[in-house]
């Protein structure tokens, strides 16, 4: 089954060029059945010439109605958000989270050293299990500090901007700090987020490691998704990811609906 929890419009996301109507068009004509658009929220955003921030959500939800009364049977839209976790904002983000009739709650960490890693100019001169040790240590303090949420987005975000040829986000790199990430999501009951925009952009599918211990700590819950921000990376890698998830032992995927997880075999 194809499902994509977090994509980004052009109607609440200044950096993503998806229409509802391409995104409801794209999804149906790809065969996806569930998919969640996951507005960005940058609550305090550190950076003021980052033009991600935040959005009038009541005007969210009101749109959100009529995209869902257009969208035909076939795909079930789910109305989500993406929040920007910073140490100082968990508090927010879970009082903010709770101001809508939301069907899943992103959590995401785009910072390091407080800066998006999309711009950072230290994170890439950092050795590498360096620079992955402290960002899933990040993730970890989110996943700990926040509550009302329900997947912890692309944890090799940090690697997304990678351009240093053949580097993957690897287990062994800090199997300490995977340990700690996975041990607070799988005893919050929250999801694993695996996204398909850094394996597209890296040109390799995450460690099949990484996987394998979420697995093997007991973890359950997984979300696919492809993060697109343009109508072309709908798709992206989706069905060649759940081949790879498939291949790796999982046997479900899961998503959130009305803040409550549902499940269906891959
Ligand atoms: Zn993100
Ligand atoms: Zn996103």
Redesign the pocket.
Known sequence: MLTNT?NHTCHFSPDAHTTIDEFIENAVRLGIKVAAITE?YEYDNPDPDDNIQTFDIKEYEKEFRKWKKKCPKELELLMGI?F?YQTHTASDIDRIASTAPFDIV?L?N?LFRGVDVFYSKEVYKLPVKQRHAEYVTKLSEMVENCNNFDVA??YD?VNKCNKEPGVNMLYQDCPKEFDRFFEALIAKEKALEI?TSTSARINQMPDPEVIKRYLAMGGRLITLSS?SHVKENIGLLIPEMREFLISLGVKEICWFKDRKVVTAGL
């Open positions: 977090h960005h993406e920007g992103l995401s785009h987005a692309h975000y996204n993060d």
